[in-house]
Structures are given as structure tokens and as C-alpha cells.
């Protein structure tokens, strides 16, 4: 094991993982070996992601404040803010126009009996949010005492406050260079414990797929199969063909390389289900495999894992429509816009970790008045298609850093 490289002993982790799973989802479930491997699995699996989640919060701030901190220092923090947020906004419409699209090609929820439904519905309390309420609550979340922040692990407050500080530190100059060399050296420090976490990665994603794998209701997928195939389906699309092409488009980076260098942080995303525990390993990813230079990655890759979710956006449109099939309602062009719209919001909204999507689905089920019941059928089989979308979530990200990266002519000016 310990001859192989990273990549691969995760690669093998993973259909290790996958195997076992299987396996094991053949026993019964009251056998002493099924319930001892799953009670194992589980530790194993908890442990992985609570390491990641540990070193995330002061992996975030470090990195997001000493970024901006280089970056006002060359001139260049507009052009990256436009640059960054104007490749989000492109690659999650292009993503949502995707998944409208592929849901009026192949109809999925058409013809599937509703009565089957009809009584997981019944048993589901379903919230109501109204838009208002949810950016008045986005809005609300923005600005946050840091210190609860850094506390609760609250992603997005983290993010806005260090880019506070990132700037200040600028504008202040040579009067924080220490603060900034200290932070500097934090971070350094931080991504150190990155790489011992990083050793036990194999283990840890071997377990979340074989839990994953073995706690699967075949049945439910059996009769959602078209659905899941859809989403699934049109995910790939996104994440073979289209981020690809715009990042073969603005740099000329031949898909392979560009897998090359990042399947370390697709499969982590597809076992963790979380774009946030996954940024230690998204950093590593464009930094050392893909030479993105680290003022522009960690500036772009904390972010994105916040609000850049292409996978998201592309599922709740998709989900909308299925939704919409199932109880029987033909949506008008404006009320696909209107879910286009509200997908979008609600996609940079959810917080990077696992069925953060299912929370703000609701509101665009809301939106054109379709029943948020639905959330019911939509939530055993989420635990699967987050997968895959968490994984084109983080790849949007990757693309994203080396696309602002060549945007801003970034190797003729900036010194890491
Ligand atoms: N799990 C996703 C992520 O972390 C969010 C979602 O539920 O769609 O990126």
C-alpha cells in the first residue's frame, strides 16, 4: 500500500468500498456481520469526515483572507470578483438550462402511479418558506458575530467576515505585515494537517461508499429508475462535456490532464456528499496538481464550495419538473423561468453539506405552486444522486479557479 501513489490507494478505496457494499447488502440485515461491518463502516466513515470537517474552518479563514490580502496587494481583487462570480452565474445557468431541458426530453415522473406516493406524502410535514423569507434569512446569515461563526462551522459567514478582514489587512499595509505573515504561516500549518488527513483518505472513502452502498433501498430505486437516470444522466453531461469544454474553451487544458490532477477531489466530494469537507482536498487538488496559483485558489475554491453548485442547481430544476409530472401539472414557459430563477437562488443558498439541496428544493417547488410534500419521495433517494452532483459541484469550482486564473493573465504578475 504504501508504494502506491494517493490517487490511486483512493481509487482503490473507493471499489473496495463499492464491493463491499455490495456484499454486504446481500446479508440480512439482522445478521451479526452485516450489523458489526455496518457499525464499523460507520466509525470509520464519521471519523474521515470529522478530521475534514475540523481542519476546515481555519483552512477557510486563513486561506480566503490571506488570498484577498495578496491579490488587493497586485491590484487585482475586481477582476477576480468579476471574473470568479461571472463564471459561477454562467456555469450554473448553462447547468439549470441543462436540466430543464433533459427533463422535457425524457419526462421523467410520467405515468409513474401516484398512489404509491400518495402515503409517504401524507406522512410528510412539509415546511413552507416564502422567497422573502428565504433571502431575508440568506441576507441574515451573511454578517455573523465570527466567533459563532468559526464556532458552528457557519461556511458562508466565514467567508464574507475573512474577506472582511483580507481587505482591511490591505488597506492597512505594511502596518499588518505580521498579522499577515501570521495568518500565512496558520495556513501553511493547516493545510500540514491536510496531508496527514489526506493519508487516511482511502480508508475513510472506502467507508462512506460501502455504507452507502449497503443502506440503499433497491426497491425505491427500482421505481424511480428513470428519474435518477435523468439526474445522474444529465450531471455526467455537465461534468464530461460542458465544464471541459469551457475550460478547454478559455485555457486549452486537455480534459485528461485536468481529470489527472483532480480525481483525488471528485471521489472525496462523491463519498463525502459535501463540498465543504472536501475543500482541504479541492486545494490541494488545483495547487499541487494543476499549478493554480494560491492567492486565485483559495480565494475561488472556498467561495465556490459556498455558492458555486452546478450539480444543485441542474437537480432542483430537473426535480421541479419530475415533481410536476407526478401530480399530473403542465408547467408554462414562465413558471419554467421562474424555476430557473428561484433553482439558481436556491442553489447558492444551500450550504455545501450533504442534502443541503433538498432544504431549499422547497422553495422552488413553492415557487409555482407545486406541493412541497413531493420532498418525501424526493429524500430516500437523495443520500445517491448527492453524490454525483456534490462531485460536478466541486468540479465547477476546479474549472473555475483555472479559468479566472487564465482570465487575469495571472502568471505574468502575481508571486505566490
Ligand atoms: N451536497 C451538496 C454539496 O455539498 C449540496 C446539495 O445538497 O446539493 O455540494
Known sequence: ???????????????????????????????????????????????????????????????????????????????????????????????????????????????LNLALFQDAMQHYDAKHITLGDFTQSMLHGLFVNPFAALAQSNVLAIVIFALFIGIALVQGGERYRNIIQLLQEWQELTLHIV???????????????????????????????????????????????????????????????????????????????????TVPVTLRCVEQHLHVKPDIARFVIPLGATINMDGTALYEATA???????????????????????????????????????????????????PTEAIAILLPIDRLLDTVRTAVNVEGDMVGSLIVQKLVGHQKTLAS
Do not use: C
Open 320 to 370: 421541479a419538473l419530475f415533481v410536476a409530472n407526478l401530480v399530473g401539472v403542465d408547467l408554462n414557459l414562465l413558471q419554467q423561468l421562474i424555476i430557473f430563477l428561484t433553482a439558481m437562488i436556491a442553489a447558492m443558498g444551500a450550504p455545501g453539506i450533504p442534502s443541503a439541496g433538498m432544504v431549499t428544493m422547497i422553495l422552488v417547488l413553492q415557487s409555482v405552486g407545486l
Open 195 to 277: 496531508g496527514w488527513i489526506m493519508r487516511i483518505a482511502p480508508f475513510g472513502i472506502m467507508a462512506l461508499l460501502a455504507k452507502l452502498t449497503t443502506t440503499q433501498d433497491l426497491n425505491l430505486l427500482v421505481t424511480l429508475v428513470k428519474f435518477i437516470a435523468v439526474v445522474i444522466g444529465t450531471t455526467f453531461v455537465h461534468g464530461v462535456i460542458v465544464l471541459p469544454l469551457l475550460l478547454y474553451g478559455v485555457t486549452k487544458m486537455p480534459p485528461l490532464h485536468f481529470w489527472r490532477g483532480v480525481r483525488e477531489a471528485l471521489i472525496t466530494a462523491f463519498a463525502t456528499s459535501s463540498s465543504s469537507a
Open 1 to 111: 500500500m504504501k508504494n502506491l501513489s494517493l490517487n490511486v490507494q483512493i481509487l482503490l478505496g473507493a471499489s473496495l468500498g463499492l464491493l463491499f457494499g455490495v456484499l454486504l447488502h446481500q446479508w440480512p440485515t439482522n445478521s451479526p456481520l452485516y450489523q458489526n461491518s455496518l457499525f464499523i463502516f460507520t466509525i470509520i466513515a464519521t471519523l474521515f469526515v470529522d478530521l475534514l470537517k475540523m481542519i476546515l474552518v481555519p483552512l477557510i479563514f486563513t486561506s480566503i483572507a490571506v488570498g484577498v490580502a495578496n491579490l488587493r496587494a497586485h491590484q487585482q481583487i475586481h477582476q477576480v470578483w468579476t471574473y470568479t462570480l461571472g463564471f459561477f452565474i454562467l456555469s450554473m445557468t448553462l447547468a439549470i438550462i441543462l436540466g430543464l431541458g433533459s427533463a422535457q426530453l425524457f419526462t421523467p415522473g410520467k405515468g
